[in-house]
């Protein structure tokens, strides 16, 4: 057991992620030293950023902190804590069932942690970070909470209210980044298309977006979670425009048919989404849209699910992720509707539907052998450099995969490489002397 050593283990999404790399900071600062999730655990503390989004994170989340309170036990850890969304929602329930914890925290409190250990007199009002991802990249998180209030979605409950951070908190944060020799910035929010209504009611994500461009040493931006309603057409001026900014957008969709997008609470019809996708192609030729589709909500029909197969054939997006519905409770769908689609027939839904989307990615790489494109280098593993062109985000999105042997290439920089094959969802290339 290392003293004044402590291991931080995230959980969930990337907007949790920053939120351990500022704790770690925060750490660091007054003299101890962090590990990031780490595959053998030897600090004196531990601290455990929890998800509370569905049922499987929820249960890992359990998972994780059952097995560290056995550490503890065991003599293998001094103190135990907790914090992130699971905590900020079942706080009172995890401190009766899991005494073991020395002390949870929520979303919002969890900078507390270095005053009651006694570290520090009170709590610095900071966000720089310890960036944990590799040192190229970075997660730059513009806002908290959400407004949409879908109806399957707890994220609301959880973190409550959209808020936006200052505009110039931001731009300093990314500069301050840029320093430290961060290149490429991944924009997140649970609502990025919404960034700037809570100040004044209208949209500033453009405007923030286009500002981020402007700052020096910022070579690629990639723009995460929009969302389809009353979303702000400016926005693909700045895309389309901005060199730096990645012809990439991350919008989740989760449905097309009317039946079903007004039972979500989505407030946009099918027609509305077609135009949509049709204006951000128009306005941003040869961009990668990502997109997330649920199935099985309550009262999905044969006939709403093939409205999804259908309108995902027409719009060929370039990347996907699916999942079936899973009652969260507290949600407007928990209280108001029926779990009346059977597990069988969600898991089949989604089987056929992820097949579909394996087929389009597979016919949408194959075009790219032959180009040549711009890629950033991740890392080197076994025979492979590997890398992403602007069109694939971090850990979730196809990569490109270059023979070590052939040169040595540094990681974190940018080479121009020529796509020599492809698979469902890789590419392989060469780079260009």
Same mark, same amino acid.
Request: charge should be negative.
């Given at each position: ?7 931080i283990i995230?959980?969930?999404c990337s ?13 660091v ?6 590990e990031?999730?780490?595959e053998n655990?030897?600090?004196e503390i531990?601290?455990?950023n =929890? ?15 059952l097995e560290?309170?056995e550490?503890k036990?065991?003599?293998?850890l001094?103190k135990l804590?907790?914090m ?6 079942y ?5 009766i ?5 020395d ?11 270095i005053?009651d250990?006694g ?7 900071s966000t ?7 040192s190229?990249y ?6 908290e909470?959400?407004d ?5 979605c707890?994220i609301?409950i ?10 110039d908190?931001i ?11 961060v290149?490429?910035?991944?924009i997140?929010a649970q609502?990025l ?6 100040i ?5 994500i453009a405007?923030?977006? !286009? ?15 929009a969302y389809?309603?009353?979303f702000?057409?400016e926005?693909?001026?700045v895309?389309r ?5 990645c012809k990439y ?6 449905h097309?048919?009317?039946h079903?997008?007004t !039972?979500?609470?989505r407030h ?12 951000i ?7 990668s849209l990502?997109? =997330?589709l649920?199935v099985?909500?309550?009262g ?9 197969m259908?309108f ?6 370039e ?8 009652e969260e ?6 209280k ?7 597990e069988?027939v969600?898991?089949k ?7 579909l ?6 016919e949408?790489?194959?075009t ?5 494109m711009?890629v950033?280098?991740d890392r ?27 040169k040595?290439?540094?990681?974190g ?9 492809s698979?469902?969802f890789d590419?392989?290339a060469t780079?260009i002397?």
């Amino acid at each position: 057991m290392k003293r004044n050593h402590v291991d931080i283990i995230t959980l969930g999404c990337s907007k949790n992620l920053v939120d351990s790399e500022i704790l770690m900071k925060q750490f660091v600062s007054h003299g101890y030293s962090c590990e990031h999730d780490s595959e053998n655990p030897q600090g004196e503390i531990a601290v455990i950023n =929890t998800c509370g989004f569905i049922g499987d994170a929820k249960e890992e989340s359990i998972n994780t902190i059952l097995e560290f309170a056995e550490r503890k036990k065991k003599g293998m850890l001094k103190k135990l804590f907790v914090m992130g969304c699971l905590s900020q929602r079942y706080k009172e329930d995890l401190e009766i069932n899991l005494p073991e914890v020395d002390k949870y925290y929520g979303k919002f409190d969890y900078k507390q942690l270095i005053v009651d250990l006694g570290i520090a007199e009170q709590v610095q009002d900071s966000t720089e970070r310890i960036v944990t991802t590799p040192s190229h990249y970075a997660y730059i998180k513009i806002s908290e909470g959400c407004d949409r209030h879908c109806a399957y979605c707890a994220i609301p409950i959880i973190t409550g209210k959209h808020v936006s951070r200052p505009k110039d908190e931001i731009i300093n944060e990314i500069k301050h980044l840029v320093k430290q020799g961060v290149k490429e910035f991944q924009i997140i929010a649970q609502e990025l298309t919404f960034y700037g209504r809570d100040i004044d009611g209208k949209s500033h994500i453009a405007e923030l977006v !286009a500002e981020i461009s402007e700052v020096e040493g910022v070579e690629w931006i990639r723009l995460h979670y929009a969302y389809p309603a009353q979303f702000p057409y400016e926005l693909l001026d700045v895309i389309r425009e901005k060199s730096n900014v990645c012809k990439y957008l991350d919008i989740a969709l989760q449905h097309i048919s009317d039946h079903m997008l007004t !039972a979500m609470h989505r407030h946009v019809t099918k027609e509305e989404t077609y135009r949509l996708i049709e204006k951000i192609r128009e306005k941003v030729p040869g961009i990668s849209l990502r997109t =997330t589709l649920m199935v099985g909500f309550p009262g999905e029909t044969d006939e709403d699910f093939k409205e999804l197969m259908e309108f995902t054939r027409w719009a060929r997006f370039e990347r996907m992720g699916a999942f079936a519905y899973s009652e969260e409770e507290g949600t407007y769908s928990e209280k108001h509707y029926e779990d009346d689609v059977p597990e069988s027939v969600k898991e089949k839904r989604l089987s056929d539907l992820m097949m579909l989307q394996q087929n389009i990615s597979s016919e949408l790489e194959e075009t790219r052998v032959g180009s040549v494109m711009k890629v950033i280098i991740d890392r080197e593993e076994g025979d492979y450099y590997v890398g992403r062109t602007e069109y694939s985000s971090p850990e979730v999105d196809p990569e490109v995969l270059i023979r070590a042997d052939e040169k040595e290439l540094n990681i974190g920089e940018f080479y121009e490489v020529k796509i020599i094959g492809s698979e469902e969802f890789d590419l392989y290339a060469t780079t260009i002397y």
